[in-house]
């Protein structure tokens, strides 16, 4: 089975969701970069809250056949960066997303409606 880029995305966007990630946001970069077609940036309010909404988009991942590519960060939790290819997911403590703003780094995205 096959999963596309939009799909995975939608995926990723739901399993973080399961585990109530705060401010969820999926950005198009399609025509914009070579380094995926699509990011999604949520934050969780403690290092374990981060853990797991990592675990789940990891275990969803599996079920629908998908490949990570790489985990990073799962240790410490303050930023964990899950490569599944085309869809690049950043889960975030709070802090640390204040922090670093990658949404404005990445401002010519279009913001995905996400179902």
């Keep these: ?3 596309s880029s939009k799909e995975l995305m939608n995926m990723a966007v739901a399993a973080a969701d399961d585990k109530k990630a705060s ?17 999604v940036i949520c934050h969780g309010n403690s290092d374990t809250q981060v853990q797991a909404i990592a675990t789940e988009i990891r275990k ?9 590519k790489g985990i990073e960060g799962m240790d410490s939790a303050r930023w964990v960066l899950m490569d599944m290819g085309d869809v690049v997911v950043h889960i975030f403590h709070r802090d640390e997303r204040e922090y670093y703003n990658i949404e404005r780094l990445w401002s010519d995205a279009k913001v995905v409606e996400t179902v």
Aim: net charge negative; no cysteine.
């Design 60 to 68: 969803q991942a599996h079920a629908a056949g998908v490949n990570i």
């Design 1 to 3: 089975m096959t999963v």
């Design 23 to 39: 401010n969820i946001v999926a950005l198009d970069l399609i025509n914009i970069s070579l380094v995926a077609d699509y990011f």
